[in-house]
């Protein structure tokens, strides 16, 4: 793995965002190993306020205030979806329109760590919205641009898994096979908000893996 000083994407004296490799989890868990939380705030010799979350297994843009104002600033962004979440993922190719939107209600079993999607609302379900695109066709494999209008947990992989289209390596939402090094192809590609303390816009995008079928992607289409 790379460097912390590697992952950096962004920092200044109110926030501080990472390139998160696949397989790191994102703050410290009952597995006791290293998390991007941790290490960030080793880095920045400071402690840091986690602001969102990204599955061990997915790469991307992983974003952490350093005061309390910054933090209030982004948690009110996230929690009025003002804030535009951009992630790319690798499913199974299928006839499906090139442009769509899932819209599914959530409940999560914390048990199972499991989230369900279904259909129609239930009681206790939580709404979940995404739009997706098709950006590209590989080997039996499509790269889909998916914007996230709410946040769930597992929101990615419960819909997409629950349309058909479970994301590559990620058996536990349907795919049929697991990726060798244990990681999903889902990556979070750009999130867009306004600077908590200067109001400007805000755009930071993580460099795609390396590995896999994410070397195939045409990058002029993203």
């Given at each position: 793995?790379?460097?912390?000083?590697?992952?950096?994407?962004?920092?200044?004296?109110?926030?501080?965002?990472l390139d998160k490799p696949a397989g790191l989890p994102a703050q410290d868990d009952k597995t006791g190993d290293p998390s991007?939380?941790?290490?960030?705030?080793?880095?920045?010799?400071?402690?840091?306020?986690?602001?969102?979350?990204?599955?061990?297994?997915?790469?991307?843009?992983?974003?952490?205030?350093?005061?309390?104002?910054?933090?209030?600033?982004?948690?009110?962004?996230?929690?009025?979806?003002?804030?535009?979440?951009?992630?790319?993922?690798?499913?199974?190719?299928?006839d499906i329109p090139a442009k769509?939107?899932?819209?599914?209600?959530?409940?999560?079993d914390a048990h199972k760590n499991m989230?369900?999607?279904?259909t129609e609302p239930i009681a206790g379900a939580d709404e979940a919205r995404m739009t997706y695109e098709v950006v590209q066709h590989l080997d039996h494999f499509m790269l889909l641009r998916i914007q996230l209008i709410t946040g769930r947990k597992h929101q990615i992989r419960a819909q997409l898994g629950a349309y058909g289209l479970p994301l590559r390596g990620d058996i536990k939402y349907g795919s049929?096979?697991?990726?060798?090094?244990?990681?999903?192809?889902?990556?979070?590609?750009?999130?867009?908000?306004?600077?908590?303390?200067r109001g400007t816009d805000m755009i930071l995008t993580?460099?795609?893996?390396?590995?896999?079928?994410?070397?195939?992607?045409?990058k002029t289409k993203l």
């Amino acid at each position: 793995m790379k460097k912390i000083s590697e992952l950096i994407l962004f920092k200044d004296h109110h926030l501080l965002a990472l390139d998160k490799p696949a397989g790191l989890p994102a703050q410290d868990d009952k597995t006791g190993d290293p998390s991007a939380h941790r290490m960030a705030m080793a880095y920045a010799h400071r402690d840091l306020y986690i602001i969102h979350r990204l599955d061990r297994r997915v790469s991307g843009v992983l974003l952490f205030a350093k005061t309390k104002q910054a933090a209030a600033s982004l948690s009110t962004q996230w929690q009025d979806h003002s804030i535009t979440k951009i992630y790319l993922g690798i499913v199974p190719e299928a006839d499906i329109p090139a442009k769509g939107e899932l819209v599914h209600y959530l409940t999560y079993d914390a048990h199972k760590n499991m989230t369900y999607a279904h259909t129609e609302p239930i009681a206790g379900a939580d709404e979940a919205r995404m739009t997706y695109e098709v950006v590209q066709h590989l080997d039996h494999f499509m790269l889909l641009r998916i914007q996230l209008i709410t946040g769930r947990k597992h929101q990615i992989r419960a819909q997409l898994g629950a349309y058909g289209l479970p994301l590559r390596g990620d058996i536990k939402y349907g795919s049929k096979r697991t990726n060798p090094d244990g990681t999903i192809d889902l990556h979070a590609y750009k999130l867009q908000f306004k600077h908590p303390s200067r109001g400007t816009d805000m755009i930071l995008t993580a460099p795609l893996p390396e590995e896999g079928l994410w070397a195939h992607i045409d990058k002029t289409k993203l």
